[in-house]
């Protein structure tokens, strides 16, 4: 019963959270509503990541994508950073286009086949193909 309350508590607070950042530049694909964290992709050692807001209706969930050859999903639950709410963050890693609009629809559809958003557990996922 307390599992329950939590994660009730937990949605209600990430909602109130991210209000702000959705808007009417959002993304939407396949009923979910994708917002950019950062104004430009963020340059690490390993290459470019793309962070996402993403709403599925039912909780908020923080997408990664990482420009990577390792073909996977991984799910990861987090505190963010300075604020007590946990999220749920997606990692996609994968060789990423120009075409940032057509690489978020592949990485939705590919979640949707693999049953998301039912993960609240830490699980990877190895992808075969993107198609």
Do not use: A
Not at 70 to 86: A, G, P
Not at 101 to 130: A, D, Q
């Amino acid at each position: 019963m307390m599992n329950l309350i939590e994660t009730f508590f937990g949605k209600c607070v990430r909602k109130k959270e991210c209000k702000p950042h959705f808007s009417e530049d959002d993304i939407i694909i396949n009923n979910f509503r994708l917002n950019s964290v950062h104004c430009l992709p963020v340059k690490v050692k390993s290459g470019i990541e793309l962070d996402y807001y993403m709403d599925t209706g039912k909780d908020i969930y923080l997408l990664r994508l990482q420009d990577k050859i390792e073909n996977k999903i991984i799910f990861i639950n987090r505190d963010l950073v300075n604020i007590t709410i946990k999220f749920t963050y997606i990692i996609v890693r994968k060789k990423l286009s120009e075409n940032i609009n057509k690489e978020l629809e592949t990485v939705i559809n590919k979640l949707n086949e693999i049953g998301f958003p039912k993960y609240y557990e830490e699980k990877t996922f190895e992808i075969e193909k993107w198609e």
